[in-house]
């Protein structure tokens, strides 16, 4: 009797999500965490489609745009007794954990945003932040880094933070893995982070003037904005004494961050996001640089 108790207490739970609009539409390959993944690293019958794109290498980002918020899509929710809040706004967002894919199983199935999945598409899912918006993807192991639309909800596991398209995952390099440890960052606004990502360090003296603080490789606490990254420590520091020398009027320090194979460098921090919006309007103007804001 218990058991049958326990069954239909878990069918109940089943349908009362497959009934609530706003609840994820789909089962995300959480398995894997129980080690029901198969031989290659594919979860269950998932992985690449009977006829993937020549070349997943050559598929683009996604490209960060402002668009309206979905009014359904961002309301909390609950799963498996765990109730999520979404975020209602864009805003600075940076977390830290595994990242999970998910392939054809669902392909053409309908997401949270009520657009169907598109496994060679640049998506992602995640439990809070808001659908749609865009975010940077790192995986920490290899440095390797994509931009993805937030589009659907999951995954709801405690140990994982984001499922990625079988595309995202394929160009970050852990498909046949299953999950890879990774940093979210979210894009605020539009093309930031892509902007940031490939500025070129100007080519200009390597003196700086007296007055430049010194790089460093800690950072207090505070919202920072983040100007560029770069796979090599040099190339962040020369980009960093560029700023500088553009910049004459900048004082605030700047730091040079590794973070899995890229630096980063950030500028802060400051008290407020409103307090580093001033910052980051002016360098906008001066030097045609979209900062990221980040919150550490």
Request: charged share 20%; hydrophobic share 40%; net charge positive.
């Amino acid at each position: 009797m218990r058991l049958r108790l326990r069954f239909a207490t878990a069918m109940l739970v089943v349908l009362e999500l497959a009934a609530c609009s706003s609840a994820p539409r789909r089962a995300t390959p959480e398995a894997a965490a129980q080690g029901t993944i198969r031989a290659g690293g594919y979860y269950k019958d998932d992985g690449p489609g009977a006829h993937p794109p020549a070349n997943l290498d050559a598929i683009a980002d996604a490209q960060p745009r402002r668009e309206p918020l979905s009014p359904t899509a961002n309301r909390p929710y609950e799963v498996f007794g765990t109730r999520y809040v979404p975020i209602t706004e864009l805003r600075p967002f940076t977390q830290r954990g595994t990242a999970s894919w998910y392939g054809r199983r669902f392909h053409g199935q309908k997401t949270s945003s009520g657009e169907p999945y598109d496994m060679y598409a640049m998506t992602a899912a995640h439990p809070v932040l808001p659908i749609p918006s865009y975010a940077r993807v790192t995986n920490l192991a290899n440095g390797k880094s994509v931009v993805v639309r937030i589009n659907d909800r999951g995954p709801f596991h405690s140990n994982r933070v984001i499922d990625l398209s079988y595309a995202a995952a394929y160009k970050l390099g852990y498909v046949t893995v299953g999950s890879a440890r990774v940093e979210v960052d979210s894009i605020v606004p539009g093309r930031s982070s892509i902007r940031a990502a490939s500025a070129q360090p100007a080519r200009a003296p390597e003196a700086s003037r007296p007055s430049e603080p010194a790089p460093a490789t800690e950072e207090p606490r505070g919202v920072y904005l983040q100007l560029g990254a770069f796979s090599a420590r040099e190339t962040a520091e020369n980009f960093r004494a560029s700023i500088y020398r553009q910049l004459t009027w900048l004082s605030d320090k700047m730091y040079v961050l590794a973070s899995g194979s890229l630096y980063k460098v950030h500028l802060g921090p400051y008290g407020s996001e409103a307090d580093a919006s001033t910052v980051a309007a002016r360098i906008q103007n001066e030097v045609n640089l979209i900062p990221v804001y980040v919150v550490r």
